[in-house]
Nanobody, 124 residues
Framework: QVQLVESGGGLVQPGGPLRLSCAAS????????MGWYRQPPGKQRELVAA?????????NYADSVKGRFTISRDNAKNTVYLQMNSLKPEDTAVYYC????????????????WGQGTQVTVSS
């Protein structure tokens, strides 16, 4: 099982960039498909982006972030990133990462536990 710690959140102005990091430990990171999720205030958690295991040859994005967000992974550093550009106020949320050996499980976001996440606030 992999342990995950999210970081990189903060306050950013609309239109600005932010990069989130998710550091993993405790298992062989490269065998896990990974996903970034977010939970806006008063709403349910949703998938933002997902990347397959290994070299991360396939990705999947929520329609609301396509063309603005990019997920990537560095297996040598046991880290998955979420580069967020052209941020909008509606991107404000707590962002979480999680992983599973099944890409389908990552897409559906069915996990037994979640980390603390990192807060992203987009506001002028």
């Amino acid at each position: 099982q992999v342990q995950l710690v999210e970081s990189g959140g903060g306050l950013v102005q609309p239109g600005g960039p932010l990069r989130l990091s998710c550091a993993a430990s405790g298992s062989i990171f490269s065998i896990y498909a990974m996903g970034w999720y977010r939970q806006p205030p008063g709403k349910q958690r949703e998938l933002v982006a997902a990347i397959t295991s290994g070299g991360g040859g396939s990705t999947n994005y929520a329609d609301s972030v396509k063309g603005r967000f990019t997920i990537s992974r560095d297996n040598a550093k046991n880290t998955v990133y979420l580069q967020m550009n052209s941020l909008k106020p509606e991107d404000t949320a707590v962002y979480y990462c999680n992983g599973h050996r099944s890409f389908s499980a990552v897409i559906h976001g069915v996990f037994g536990s979640w980390g603390q996440g990192t807060q992203v606030t987009v506001s002028s």
